[in-house]
């Protein structure tokens, strides 16, 4: 069943549920990190992306963006509005450039039995009260009158519908671009028809990177790099060893080998966060 929960006091729910990425390491994210952290984050309204394929499409935009995700929030309640600006705060809290707000998705409604009191009678009666006052002129009768009125309650059990919302947020750093790609190892497919079990398969060209700008292409498959066979789990350390140089790649695309040669900016990102 869904998790309700109340926003009240100085309770955050953003910080609360929130959860570092999986396989991110947030220490070396944000040593590469292109500017200092913000006073204030970029925020960005969002729809929720809920099939792998969204998600997929979500976290691969703010890559080509330059973004790499540092961790999500994700909650449900019974409430339609929440504060964007307790996502925000937890933005602070993280020295994020940017966060993600997903938009409130409806995910179902839940019905349950609760004890109420309600009205089952009321009498009104009214009541004269007669008061004396005594003055120079003798004494002075006053009479009012008041109702009162009398409510019988009972207890009862009545059934109540509650709406259940999810809410979410992402908290991305934007990042120093090294060779400025995403990449993934080879599949068995593209070992058979390449006839190598070394290289890899880009996923993502970030914006205005030194791959965007020697028109390196999403699929591209980079097999050698300065003649050295590209081994998946060295290549990020092999392009920060050659920050400020130039490198020489090959690459296959559509079946044909080319060779690109890629100016390395000086301050290379670490290993761990991305070529």
């Given amino acids: 069943m869904a998790l309700g929960v109340s926003l009240t006091g100085c309770v955050n729910f953003y910080s609360d ?7 991110m390491d947030v220490t070396a994210i944000k040593a590469n990190r ?8 970029i925020v960005e309204r969002v729809a929720p992306p809920v099939t792998p394929e969204q998600q997929t499409a979500f976290f691969y935009g703010y890559a080509k963006r330059g ?11 019974t409430r339609s509005t929440i504060n964007d600006q307790l996502a925000v705060k937890q933005a602070k809290e993280l020295q994020a450039d940017l966060v993600a707000i997903y938009n409130p998705r409806y995910t179902g409604s839940t019905t349950q ?17 007669e008061s004396k006052t005594k003055g120079p002129r003798g004494t002075t009768k006053t009479t009012d009158k008041t109702s009162v009125t009398t409510t019988v309650t009972a207890t009862e059990l009545v059934n109540v519908s509650y709406d259940h919302y ?17 990449m993934r190892d080879l599949d068995d497919n593209e070992r058979k028809a390449l006839q190598t079990n070394k290289g890899i398969h880009i996923l993502v060209v970030v914006n205005d990177s030194p791959a965007f ?10 097999l050698t ?38 100016p390395l900016p000086a301050a290379a990102p670490p290993p761990s966060a991305g070529a």
């Fill in 17 to 23: 549920y929130y959860r570092q990425a999986n396989g």
């Fill in 34 to 41: 292109a500017a200092p952290p913000p006073e204030d984050p």
């Fill in 67 to 77: 973004y790499s995700l540092l961790g999500y929030s994700s909650f449900h309640t």
């Fill in 113 to 129: 039995t609760e004890t109420r009191t309600v009205p089952v009678s009321s009498t009104t009666t009214d009541v004269e009260n």
């Fill in 166 to 182: 999810m809410y979410g947020a992402s908290y991305f750093v934007r990042q120093k671009p090294g060779l400025g790609i995403l």
């Fill in 213 to 222: 700008h020697a028109d390196i292409l999403v699929d591209d498959v980079i």
């Fill in 225 to 262: 790099m300065n003649g050295q066979a590209v081994i998946p789990a060295d290549f990020r350390a092999l392009v920060a060893a050659a920050a400020g140089q130039n490198v020489t790649l090959q690459i296959v695309r559509n079946g044909k080998k080319l060779t690109k040669t890629i």
